[in-house]
């Protein structure tokens, strides 16, 4: 495992994201496999791995429990621990703390050595001035009960700027890959923070899986680089080769994706590839530009829907469909949903997309902008409607 300074300390290239853990039915991010999820992080922990990330929304409110279950037995002096802030739960100042050590004890410590304020975008950081976090920030800091304090964020580049200005951030976190160098903070974004003094820690590098899917094309490039590794190495790469970034999380829910991804890391440096390797890395993009149709990262934040729809779901199935140029594949896991009100009282919060009210909650949740409803009404023409997929794009 490589380290590179954070606060002074040596941090691994490669954190452990816990927001896609296994579970014990695939499709169903509430039940985590919890066994198994601890037996994964305590195993990166032994690989190295000494950034470990959480956040009170995950996994249906369970990731932090699990993780603090996973750093008994001496783990949590291993590592610094992050979790972040449920902004959106806030009705007044002093709601800071009251999640904070509800968080604490969910994760039985005492202290937290990063605490983000959760995904900061325009109308979230006013809700951080309005209820004046930066003042409750300090104290839970005097307090000892935070080490370091920073933001996790999705919005444009502006608001990203007008945000990093405005306080003295200790650390910052950021959607950053391949794919998005001109897209949420941007790489200027990220430039921007480094000179700043402000580290930075990269989430989505691989856009929510979506960068190790293979293609054809994919392969023609991964065959012919110079370089030979991985799809989910080379979007990893691509991310260590800055500088500015600390940290890359990585929501590894598997032994096998740990151990290549601590591998990839050992392989890691900063400005180390090659003009080659940017040339495959620049083909990979074009590739998977052409086949993504909607940017959703099954992140969960546009959830629960107000009328049941299990939005990230279905707007899998529909890439799926665009993405295989048929709906086939994919019908009878859309048909697994609830199809209509009376069946969601047996599948609470797992409804198709034809049951969705276009009420407009989810717009301002999604970190990704994305028209949530009109999506929902692609999925439903293809797999109601029967809509060739082929035909929407």
């Not at 100042?93 to 983000?116: A, M, N, S, V």
């Not at 370091?148 to 306080?167: L, V």
């Not at 790469?237 to 990839?264: H, P, R």
Request: some cysteine; aromatic content about 10%.
């Amino acid at each position: 495992m490589k380290y590179r300074k954070l606060f002074d300390e040596d941090t691994s290239i490669l954190g452990f994201g816990c927001m896609r853990l296994p579970t014990i039915k695939e499709g169903d991010t509430t039940k985590i496999n919890q066994p198994e999820a601890i037996k994964q992080i305590r195993h990166g922990i032994d690989q190295g791995i000494n950034y470990i990330d959480t956040a009170w929304p995950y996994h249906n409110q369970e990731s932090e429990v699990v993780v603090g279950k996973a750093l008994q037995d001496g783990y949590r002096e291993k590592v610094k621990l992050v979790t972040k802030a449920p902004v959106w739960e806030y009705k007044v100042p002093e709601d800071f703390e009251k999640y904070l050590k509800l968080q604490l004890e969910k994760l039985q410590t005492d202290h937290l050595d990063i605490y983000l304020l959760h995904a900061l975008s325009k109308m979230r950081f006013s809700r951080v001035q309005e209820l004046k976090l930066f003042e409750q920030a300090e104290k839970a800091k005097k307090a000892g009960l935070i080490k370091h304090f920073g933001f996790s964020f999705h919005g444009n580049y502006e608001t990203f700027i007008e945000i990093i200005d405005a306080y003295d951030w200790d650390v910052t976190q950021i959607q950053f890959n391949y794919m998005d160098v001109n897209s949420q903070a941007t790489e200027k974004g990220l430039k921007y923070a480094g000179k700043k003094g402000i580290p930075v820690i990269v989430m989505e590098p691989l856009l929510g899986g979506k960068l190790v899917r293979q293609t054809d094309e994919g392969l023609k490039f991964l065959n012919e680089a110079k370089t030979q590794q991985s799809l989910a190495a080379w979007a990893l790469q691509f991310v260590w080769n800055y500088s500015e970034v600390k940290v890359v999380l990585s929501g590894m829910n598997t032994m096998e994706m740990i151990d290549e991804n601590c591998a990839s890391a050992d392989r890691a440096g900063i400005n180390s590839l090659s003009d080659e390797d940017l040339a495959t890395i620049a083909g990979l993009k074009a590739s998977f530009e052409k086949l993504i149709y909607i940017p959703c990262t099954r992140c969960e934040y546009c959830m629960p829907c107000p009328s049941g729809v299990n939005i990230p779901m279905n707007l899998r199935v529909l890439n799926e469909a665009v993405w295989t140029g048929s709906a086939a594949s994919m019908q009878s896991w859309f048909d697994g949903f609830a199809q209509t009100e009376e069946a969601l009282a047996e599948k609470p919060n797992n409804g198709a997309a034809q049951l969705c009210i276009e009420c407009g909650q989810c717009l301002d949740k999604c970190p990704q902008s994305i028209n949530i409803p009109e999506g929902l009404k692609k999925a439903a023409s293809v797999f109601v409607d029967g809509v060739d997929p082929k035909s929407i794009v």
